[in-house]
């Protein structure tokens, strides 16, 4: 019944459906009768609603990844002093575009992204230190694609798939399912 009423608040049902639905929720008695009353509903893509990722490398650098974590639809990398490596290796991604935002500034920013990715950097600014776009064109289906936009600042922007070591570290660490 909770499901049914976050549904029609989040505008996924009207009341007339959200009135039907739950009276056929309080009739029933098993739990297969109740899950044919949710299984039909819209998701809301949580990733979507998410506050944009911002990264500034300041004196010592940032990263994110590699590793689990959720992609918000946008991402903001200031390279700073220091530098920003954002790693979109193990991450699940259910949105079909990331809007990246990347400034190299003075140490640059790293963008890695998981093969079958694709990027599109025609929204870039080369800047003084420029863009290396290290990506291939191959997307695979269901995988998202990355538009980066920006600029290059003094150091550059590099996005790019996992190198050597990168692909050694991936397979001879498998995440768990």
């Not at 996924?12 to 309080?26: C, G, N």
């Not at 650098?61 to 954002?86: D, Q, T």
């Not at 922007?157 to 996992?162: A, K, L, Q």
Request: proline share 7%; net charge negative.
């Amino acid at each position: 019944m909770e499901q049914l009423r976050d549904a029609a608040a989040e505008g996924r049902i009207d009341l007339d459906e959200l009135d039907s639905r739950l009276e056929q929720a309080l009739k029933s008695k098993t739990y297969a009768e109740l899950a044919v009353l949710t299984a039909d509903l819209p998701r809301m893509n949580s990733a979507e609603n998410l506050p944009p990722l911002v990264l500034k490398g300041g004196m010592y650098g940032a990263s994110r990844g590699p590793g689990r974590w959720e992609v918000p639809g946008r991402v903001i990398a200031h390279g700073g002093l220091g530098g920003v490596k954002v790693d979109f290796t193990r991450v699940e991604c259910r949105l079909t575009e990331v809007a990246v935002e990347a400034y190299g500034e003075t140490a640059g920013v790293t963008i890695v992204i998981p093969e079958g990715w694709a990027a599109d950097t025609s929204g870039m600014d080369p800047g003084i230190g420029g863009l290396r776009d290290k990506t291939t064109p191959d997307r695979l289906p269901g995988t998202p694609l990355i538009r980066l936009t920006g600029s290059g600042g003094m150091a550059g922007v590099v996005i790019r798939h996992p190198n050597l070591w990168e692909r050694r570290k991936l397979h001879s660490n498998p995440t768990p399912d």
